[in-house]
């Protein structure tokens, strides 16, 4: 937690009358603060010497997400002293129904465009995910998404020759199912676990912290199946208001392997077995 949002440097926010800043929770990558004034109460992200264009990608992915579903409102976003930051409405947490939430995320996925990706790259830790709109699904999650993370792992000491003989068993797998099956392209959230989601206090689900661009909404469902805190109900009513192709359990293992192996990327070899049980079906 960086310690220089002294007077000076809140006084650059587009608020008036700031009575406290107290810092919060908000995850591993930014800073983040509650902002309260004498109106009403704010949610800040810092992201400390970075330009006000490292939170492009999250504004612009609120925003588009903000068509479908509930997310929190980008008020402003810029630099204050060298440090990025984006200013948000503060949502106060309630409980929900795991119904209205597949409801909500299946509505998202049935927001379309003709291509995948989005208008500007995400940075996670130290990986860059190249958005490069593309035409073809296969192109875009080999090249764009596949390669880049076994590049990464190979640079962090994370990869080996038995990984890699069957990461390309895998890829080649997934170009061959696709060549007969397209895709439409979905507006995703992109990192959907249960640590992104909550409900207002109208008891209406919010999706926060979004890593949006458009794909295969089998990877954002893949991601649900991860972590655990989706419900029967969440899928249920998804399946209702969107229903999936037959035979979804057998393509989530290479989505899985997405976000497994990222985080084999930025936590190290603890990911390490989860990424190999899946590779080892290929």
């Known amino acids: 937690m960086f310690n220089r949002l ?5 006084s650059q926010l587009p608020l008036n009358h700031i009575q406290s800043a107290v810092a919060v929770s908000g995850g591993d990558i930014n800073d ?6 004498d109106l ?12 006000a264009s490292y939170f492009d990608h999250e504004e612009a992915g609120l925003t588009a997400l903000e068509a479908a579903v509930q997310v929190p409102h980008p008020i402003a976003k810029g630099q204050i002293n060298g440090d990025a930051y984006l ?10 129904s795991q119904s209205d939430l597949g409801t909500a995320v299946a509505r ?8 995948f990706g989005f208008d500007f790259n ?6 860059t995910k190249n958005n490069h709109w593309q035409s073809s699904w296969t192109l875009f999650y080999t090249e764009q998404r596949l390669d880049m993370l076994a590049q990464a792992a190979a640079q962090n000491h994370v990869w080996n020759t038995w990984r890699q003989t069957h990461f390309n068993q895998m890829r080649q797998a997934f170009i061959d199912y696709y060549a007969s099956h397209p895709v439409q392209p979905s507006l995703l959230h992109g990192d959907l676990w ?3 989601y909550m409900f207002d206090q109208n008891h209406t689900p919010v999706l926060i912290d979004p890593d949006a661009f458009y794909g295969d909404r089998e990877l954002d469902l893949a991601m649900t199946t991860i972590f655990g805190g989706f419900d029967d109900h969440f899928y249920q009513a998804y399946q209702a208001q969107y229903p999936l192709t037959p035979g979804i359990n057998d393509r989530l293992p290479w989505y899985q392997f997405y976000y497994l192996c990222m985080h084999l990327n930025l936590f190290g070899e603890s ?10 079906r290929y």
């Open 271 to 280: 990911y390490g077995g989860s990424v190999d049980r899946i590779l080892g």
């Open 194 to 196: 249960s640590g992104n």
């Open 122 to 127: 995400h940075q996670s830790g130290n990986l």
């Open 6 to 10: 002294d007077s000076n440097w809140l």
């Open 32 to 37: 983040a603060y509650q902002i309260t004034t």
């Open 108 to 115: 998202l996925h049935q927001t379309h465009r003709q291509q």
């Open 40 to 51: 009403k109460k704010y949610f800040l992200k810092v992201q400390p010497h970075h330009p």
């Open 87 to 96: 200013l948000l409405n503060w949502v106060s947490s309630s409980n929900g």
